[in-house]
């Protein structure tokens, strides 16, 4: 695929980027599936899979070759994050479901600020009022029904374009006063990973810069598949206060 890349990058030649986008739409079937499995009944595969392509075209589109980033982890990203803005653009979502998942953002930031630490799920739980089961329980269907994701967190907007933090992370020949606030948006992002507690650290590097599934994930660290989803979202819930926090930068 090196010399068909090279001849849609440097020749612009069209039939090179078709070829391209053929080759990896099995990516945005695989990614579609995952979403698809956390949705209602009511929603169409294929509504999924359109904005998908639009995700994968504009990976195409956008991918340097000279950065180190495999082209899957990046279109995956793109695919993730065109499916999701549909979703959000559809407001499926009920409110009540939106409200927990500020009440559990606040809650995170508020313990984290009074323990100078990442609170553990127990503290949480306690402050929340209720058992440890009921919590995890709560954890795991707020991940399924609100598709949480680093992807779906806007950080800002580029003319009528949304950008998406995957945009922020693969910054494309921005402007000098756009470096500045991108080199801080990662800054930012970077020192919010770096305060989740290992485990949730482990699940966003696997899971958003390795491309695994979290079935695949939970193999690795010989847990189940639910028990990632717990972490995985406990972990976006965390950066999610810790984002918002930072300068007013994410949005």
Same mark, same amino acid.
């Given at each position: ?12 030649? $069209? ?9 990896? !739409? ?14 209602? &009944? ?6 999924? $899979?359109?904005?998908?392509? %639009?995700?994968?075209?504009?990976? =195409? ?7 180190? $980033? ?17 979703? *959000?653009?559809?407001?499926?979502? &009920?409110?009540? $479901?939106?409200? *927990?998942? @500020? ?10 600020? *009074?323990?100078? /630490?990442? !609170? ?11 058992? %440890?089961?009921?919590?995890? /329980? ?47 948006? @990662? *800054? ?8 989740? &507690? ?20 939970? @193999? %690795? ?14 972990? =976006? ?15």
């Amino acid at each position: 695929m090196t010399d068909t890349w090279r001849r849609y990058k440097t020749e612009g030649d $069209v039939s090179a980027r078709a070829q391209i986008i053929n080759q990896y !739409a099995y990516l945005v079937k695989i990614t579609a599936g995952r979403v698809m499995s956390n949705l209602p &009944p009511s929603l169409e595969r294929d509504d999924l $899979v359109s904005a998908g392509i %639009i995700g994968l075209i504009k990976a =195409v589109d956008q991918f340097d070759m000279d950065r180190k $980033v495999k082209f899957e982890t990046y279109a995956i990203a793109l695919i993730r994050g065109a499916i999701l803005e549909m979703l *959000r653009e559809e407001d499926w979502v &009920p409110r009540s $479901v939106r409200e *927990r998942v @500020k009440q559990l953002e606040r809650t995170y930031l508020s313990l984290e600020t *009074r323990l100078g /630490r990442p !609170a553990t799920e127990q503290e949480v739980a306690d402050e929340l009022g209720m058992a %440890i089961d009921d919590y995890t /329980r709560i954890l795991m269907d707020t991940g399924r029904t609100v598709l949480l994701s680093l992807d779906e967190m806007l950080v800002g907007t580029e003319g009528n374009e949304k950008l998406h933090l995957v945009d922020v992370i693969h910054d494309e020949g921005a402007g000098p006063s756009d470096e500045v606030e991108v080199r801080e948006m @990662k *800054r930012a992002l970077a020192a919010s990973i770096d305060r989740l &507690p290992e485990r949730e650290r482990l699940v966003i590097a696997l899971y958003y810069f390795e491309g695994l599934t979290f079935k695949e994930i939970g @193999k %690795i660290m010989t847990i189940s598949e639910s028990r990632v989803y717990q972490l995985h979202t406990q972990a =976006v819930l965390r950066l999610r206060g810790h984002l918002q926090r930072e300068l007013g930068l994410f949005h």
